[in-house]
């Protein structure tokens, strides 16, 4: 991911932004095509987290995933198929790019998608043995060969949309062939074959019914701005939103590997009676992340259009879409906050207040996020995203703890989470006031906001009474 943040840039200049208006809309296609994996994945976490030490149950488990897996892959690749030529002619706003070079593009996509159903699925997998290190190496080397090989053959080979999403689709082959091989490494079973049960689907049908509803109301949730907006921009604006969407999105991979690590443990020691130490690892786990991402969150927002210019080197687009970034960082600083409400229902099985809970949030927020895209643009959709952000953590946090974890939300709320919101606006608010970047080049504008973050990332660890220790000591020993 942050290989491709640093290279997107350089897409921009060798693809052009209407053809990396295709790689936004690939983007937004693959979140709504991912909610055809009905919830499997997330099934698939939590019964490799449960039957680790059943090994032959689990490859039971696994194959009749996967064979439903299969099905939803070829269904996926069909729908994109019959509708590659009316998103080409008549959804998207294509002005210099051929209308086949388009439609063949999204087909392609397409398959792309299907393979990656696969792979989420292996994922989930790997992630519910806790092999993350081994998770985090793979995506290291696959994102390098996506992202940096990826610039290096539009640069050196071909910059025609088409043949860069035929790249992408080799990675896509490689990519789900790896992760298989590790999968079956993992369950050390003799290799006779087993055919997909109906056993499995009816005793995990109401968990993954559970999650299939959360992640069609979340995907459409998230995603509900993009979709307006692809049918209302010209493709070459809706490249240059795409920058936003990938800088605010990045906020949320500092969660990923956190919560990758976290939500199979909760699960386990849920499982293993270990209550107490549950509780306990989420009040950790949530302040590591508040710290992180609070001291992220505030120097994006804050100095957004600085930001972007060191990052583009173009003045021009740093005005054009500053703002909205500004907004979307905040609104997904927010969520990934209160993402843990999800991880707290999901170890203990039950996600029904979810579910409800995001019906109604659903019902009232989906038509904001549309009104301010088709409205207002990016501004107005990045307003509506902060705001229903906001209305959310005041909300939800405080309904799940009392069911779940009586008594705890008062200190997560005000040892975990608050002080790290007001340290780092208290910290930005000096540096924003006081300090000038506006004379400066880009590499040092870029030094200014890497000193920003690591001051600010310093006074939230020393809140901390834990880190401050640690951090005494070692400041002692030196």
Not at 342 to 356: I, S
Request: proline share 2%; net charge positive.
């Amino acid at each position: 991911m942050w290989i491709g943040i640093l290279v997107l840039p350089l897409y921009i200049k060798y693809l052009g932004a209407e053809a990396y208006g295709l790689i936004g809309f690939f983007t937004m296609l693959t979140s709504w095509m991912m909610l055809l994996d009905a919830g499997l994945t997330a099934t698939l976490v939590r019964e490799a987290s449960r039957l680790r030490n059943k090994l032959k149950e689990l490859k039971l488990t696994l194959r009749t995933i996967e064979s439903m897996f299969l099905l939803i892959s070829i269904i996926a690749v069909f729908i994109v198929y019959l509708a590659k030529d009316y998103l080409a002619m008549n959804w998207l706003d294509v002005k210099d790019l051929t209308i086949n070079e388009v439609s063949f593009s999204i087909f392609i996509m397409g398959v792309i998608i299907g393979l990656r159903f696969f792979s989420t699925l292996y994922r989930g997998f790997i992630n519910g043995f806790e092999h993350q290190i081994w998770i985090n190496v793979f995506n290291i080397v696959l994102n390098t060969f996506k992202f940096v090989g990826g610039f290096i053959f539009v640069k050196y080979y071909s910059n025609e949309p088409t043949h860069f999403f035929e790249y992408q689709l080799f990675l896509a082959f490689v990519e789900v062939l790896v992760l298989n091989l590790k999968v079956y490494s993992l369950l050390l079973t003799n290799t006779k074959l087993v055919l997909p049960s109906k056993l499995v689907l009816r005793r995990v049908k109401s968990f993954t019914l559970n999650i299939v509803f959360l992640s069609f109301i979340g995907v459409a949730f998230t995603q509900a701005d993009k979709l307006v907006l692809s049918a209302t921009m010209p493709l070459s604006e809706y490249g240059y939103f795409t920058l936003v969407v990938v800088i605010s999105n990045a906020i949320l991979q500092f969660l990923q590997p956190i919560a990758q690590a976290v939500s199979p443990r909760m699960v386990s020691l849920i499982e293993n009676k270990k209550e107490l130490e549950m509780i306990e690892l989420y009040h950790k786990s949530t302040r590591l992340v508040s710290i992180l991402i609070f001291s992220i969150v505030g120097n994006i927002a804050v100095f957004s259009n600085e930001l972007l210019f060191v990052w583009t080197g173009d003045h021009g687009i740093a005005d054009k879409i500053y703002i909205a970034l500004s907004l979307y960082v905040l609104g997904n600083g927010i969520m990934a906050v209160s993402s843990f409400q999800y991880m707290l229902q999901f170890a203990y099985g039950e996600l029904k207040y979810h579910v409800r809970y995001n019906v109604i949030f659903a019902f009232l927020g989906i038509p904001v996020m549309s009104a301010g895209a088709y409205y207002y643009g990016i501004i107005g959709a990045g307003i509506s995203w902060v705001v229903i952000q906001v209305i959310s953590f005041v909300v939800w946090p405080t309904f799940v703890h009392n069911k779940f974890i009586p008594g705890e939300h008062t200190r997560w709320l005000f040892i975990n989470v608050l002080p790290f919101i007001f340290a780092s606006t208290f910290m930005y608010g000096i540096f924003y006031k006081f300090i000038d970047l506006s004379y400066l080049s880009r590499l040092e504008i870029f030094a200014s906001l890497v000193i920003f973050g690591m001051i600010t990332l310093g006074i939230n660890l020393l809140l901390v009474k834990e880190y401050r220790k640690n951090i005494l000591t070692k400041i002692k020993g030196f």
